[in-house]
């Protein structure tokens, strides 16, 4: 056997090593020297075979050597795999500005918004929120709600009346009729719960009005109705003013105005201070960038909003449900248009996009009631 | 209801010059002002109105350079005579006529200046009654009489400015649709007194005895309750005078002649509608007030011949129709300018059959609109009393003596009296009132309150008497007045809290994991065109239909949700938006079977009414890049939607091949949709092309269609945990060979049922059609995963789990292990 130079053997696989510039070039070289068959690798395996003098150096700068050399590569390697990784991120680098990727997201209907936005209030304040049925007789939607024969609702040019069960409509408590205002869950409720009641019901209603951009066919009205011992008029005024509080600013005045409503006594209608203009009915800067430069836009310039009917729950109305005694209990009830809410709130023109739908109109609202 | 201001201050003298206050205190308290107009010259009574004057002509001159111009020249009273350069063609020396000198301002704004016309110099104006706002006649100067003296002010001889009240009168308050109810309101919302109008009548002057003139016969007394007649002899026809013109131009009615305008005048005063007829022409001298006949025709006032039926009542004459009763009259018994006789009506007519026929007529008057609110029989004798005295005094009118008053055979209705129990005011209102206030209140009002020991003895005023009639009544009387005095008190609520119901919580978690998975919201239409349900094979009899649709397309209530959705989808193309994902929660109706059956709540139905989850979906779902395209909507993606929205509620949702697919779907792609326990939840699939073209969507097009009582029936809320394994899984795939009709998810369903508590689940992984599986079969590639609670499984026992679910996928659907 020749001389034995493990020195020229790891310089040689040093250089290889050092030379790499890759790591898969530093791998190959890694093989070669460091793998099963690397000169060092193999001299190590085979030193039984060496004379006994030389095993004991050999074996000694053999094993110094393959030492070394493996923590070479192992340096040489995090230092290119390094440099490559940084070389490979330099190279990813993408126009981030560009449109994200459109993952699906969808989004709730605006009628969805504000009639949660309602209910969650009188959830609040401790009313239940409860169903109704849209098809009713005229006992539900006219008589037990204090509305005479005669009535100018009550009649089939202005309530849609069901096919087949309009005979003697106006003036029959069984024929049947689609609801013209959600009170008829007041007589629900009341027949389901007796007092105390403290109940909102919001739902649709239908009227024979011509459709246009403040009137529809079909539109929806949340109803609130409250009967306990001892609720007066005093505890109406301060439940709106709560409620309208929360629905449009702390900061606004709200007024009763008297009105009349059949199944109410006294009645009332609700004005609150215009959000927008803060009661002066002046033009905001929106009004007067969409070339209004005389009023507000929301309140038409009177500082008011009119925003629902009201009133003490007439005796009429107490008696039509067993259980109700209007000489014990006395209660109050409101009902406020969801749609109109909506209208007021965000400013479009016509209350028909509501129903139509474009969804460049259903999205503009996302998660912002 | 447009009051003029001018006209409510001389009732109620104590309001003030400024309506503002007034308006708002009326609002306040029922009368909602909805808007307050000027009109006339502006700050008449002040200084606005001092260059309005009555002058004279004194001379008149041909214009040197324009034929139809004259120069004349005015005396006002002040020693001067004013040139006046003037065009119209009744101007001439001798008359009284109206004034405006340089300085002052036009009703409509136009500045008088001094000028030159054509040369000659002019200092001031005469006036038209189009130019005073008083008329619309411009046809020459208005003339006045010439017993006023020069130089008085023009305002002192009627009101040339006012404001105007436009009043929004309540359905309960047909009495403020006259000054004398308004006049009580505005005394009550101000605390001022009304001066004394009570005793206003004349004697008659005239010989003779009413009968010598009219006799009346009331045939329909159920509709007439009442019918008063007078007569007038030596009537002069003519012009009213300035005032009145003027409060009834502002009142919103036209100038007829005197007769006319006094019936006028006195309906807007007492609310109380009259008719004057020329004596001459009644047919037979004779009244009747009856149904009128079948067929019969009817020529009215506004020249529109007319043909009534039994169900209007009509006043006659011996031979025909005079007047469609509270209405409108006929033409050819109108007071003319040849009129000389009059007969006077006063009558309650019932309001309902006066409305019915007002709307089937298509026919409204001031009149009508009064009616048929329903007016208490007292007023006529009332509106009697002041129309007799003016007539007397403006149209130089003689009473004959006697008053026809023919009442109903029951007596008239009495004005209601009561017992108001003296807490009841506070109880309700939540405000003490001193006992002089009530009485101070209600006297203003009309009422009559006597206090006694337990309560208050109420007297209401005819005028009022169908609108209060229980003591609840008088509490609106009382309250409204004091709104602004009530505090504002939350209620001291005792019911515990609130929450929703799980159906509504269920609701809400639906709509938030729809618009989660990319659906847009979306809230149509209950109403749908005719036929539609039918078209969707509901049979005839369990559509809600309406007896009286207003518009062509919304005839019946909707049974589906889709083909609302379908028309969404067809808007948005039309305005470019081609990708649509949309879901609704909204309701179905079916006719209730049997009506009035009783719902889950033990309340009556009148019809069945679900609620249901639809989606529908077209074009891309989402997903796409800007350079790479999104996930194209497809039935896998519907479905998966599906899945994921009943995932997101704790339901397995199961699909199922449907037997017998309606026409409307794809017959290849609609599956039904069930829970674990095989409850059926709705159905899934392709909408046909053809329908989907119908509705004028091209595109293909993918709905679903969840009930969501089905949904919430099929979950059990607060599920119990359910411990889960700490040993490894293992995995298995087999491949089997099926015949084409056997259905996948069937085959999941067997060998999920058949592996036992060992499996934990199964996923189809690959389906392979062709070479060498025959003809008429495919290779179906399942995923098997098995675990243990307690150790990890060994080779043994999953072979033996996977032999039993071999064994029941071949004896089942003659499934073969392949390779």
Known sequence: ?369 | MKVPYSWLREIVPGLPADPTEVARRLSDSGTYVEAIHQVGVADASNGGGAAFKVGVVRELEQHPDADKLKVAKVDIGDGELHQIVCGAPNVAAGETVAVVLPGGTMPDGMRIKEAKLRGVESRGMMMSERELQLSTDHSGLMLLDKDLEIGTPLNDVFPIGDHVLELEITGNRPDCLGMLGVALEAGAAMDVDLIDMSPFDVDPTATGDVSDHVTVEVEATDLCPRYMARAFVDVTVGQSPLWLKAWLARAGMRSINNIVDITNYVMLLTGQPLHAFDADKLRGSKIVVRRAREDEPVTTLDDVERTLGPDTLVIADAEQTAVIAGIMGAADVEVTATTTRIVLEAATFDGHSIQRSSRELGLRSESSSRFEKGLDPYSPSVAMGFASRMLVEICGASLVPGTIDVQSPDGLDQAPTFEMDAELPSRILGIDIDDADIQQTLARLGFGAIRGARGWAITVPHARMYDVTRPIDVVEELGRFRLEQIPSELPPIRTGGAVLTRLQRLRRLLEDTSAGLGLNEVVTYGLVGPGTGEALGNPEETVVRLANPMTVDHAEMRTALFPGHLEVARRNHAAGTSDVAIFEIGRTYYAADPVGSTGADGLPRYSAERDVLALLVTGSLGGARWDLPGLTADYPAVAGLVASLLAATGIDARFGALPNPPAWVHPGQVADVRAANGAVLGWVGAIHPRFAAQAGVDADVFAAHLDLHAIDAARTLQPRFTAYSEFPPVMEDIAIVLDDAVAGGEVVTVAREAGGALLESVSVFDRYVGDPIPAGRHSLALRLTFRAPDRTLTDEETAAVRGTIVDALAQRFGAELRG
């Not at chain 1, 004379?51 to 000694?60: C, D, L, T, W």
């Open chain 1, 1 to 369: 056997m020749a001389d034995i130079d493990i020195d020229a053997l790891a310089r040689e696989a040093r250089a290889d090593l050092e030379a790499a510039t890759t790591v898969a070039d530093l791998d190959a070289a890694k093989i070669r020297h460091l793998g099963k068959n690397g000169p060092i690798v193999l001299l190590l395996r085979d030193i039984k075979d060496l004379p006994p003098e030389q095993r004991g150096p050999v074996g000694k700068g053999g094993n110094v050597a393959r030492k070394e050399l493996e923590a070479l590569a192992a340096s040489r390697h995090e230092a290119l795999a390094s440099a490559e990784l940084d070389r490979r991120l330099i190279e990813d680098a993408i126009d981030v500005s560009l449109p994200p990727r459109a993952m699906p997201q969808g989004t709730l209907h605006l009628l969805t918004q504000t009639r949660r936005l309602l209910e969650d209030i009188f959830l609040g304040m401790g009313y239940d929120v409860i169903d109704a049925p849209e098809v009713e007789n005229e006992w539900y939607g006219f008589t037990a709600l204090n509305t005479p024969v005669g009535h100018p609702a009550r009649n089939p040019t202005d309530t849609f009346y069901i096919a087949g069960h309009d005979q003697g409509a106006g003036a029959n408590d069984d024929a049947l009729i689609l609801r013209t205002q959600t009170s008829t869950a007041q007589l629900r409720a009341m027949q389901l719960t007796k007092p105390p009641l403290y109940v909102v019901h919001p739902g649709r209603v239908y009227r024979r009005d011509d459709i246009d951009a403040t009137h529809s066919d079909m539109f929806h009205q949340m109803e609130a109705l409250a009967i306990d011992e001892g609720l007066t008029l005093a505890n109406l005024k301060g439940t709106i003013e709560s409620f309208l509080h929360r629905l449009f600013g702390d900061d606004l005045q709200v007024r009763l105005r008297t009105h009349f409503f059949p199944f109410t006594e006294p009645s009332v209608e609700a004005d609150v201070q215009c959000f927008s203009c803060g009661g002066t009915g002046d033009p905001s800067a929106d009004d007067r960038a969409s070339g209004d430069f005389d009023r507000c836009r929301v309140c038409r310039g009177e500082g008011w909003i009119e925003i629902m009917g009201a009133g003490m729950v007439d005796p009429n109305v107490l008696g039509a449900v067993d259980g109700y005694d209007a000489d014990t209990v006395s209660g109050f009830a409101f009902g406020i248009g969801i749609d109109r809410v909506a209208m007021l709130r965000h400013g479009f023109p016509d209350l028909r996009m509501l129903f139509q739908n474009d969804l460049r109109f259903v999205r503009q609202f996302a998660g912002r009631p």
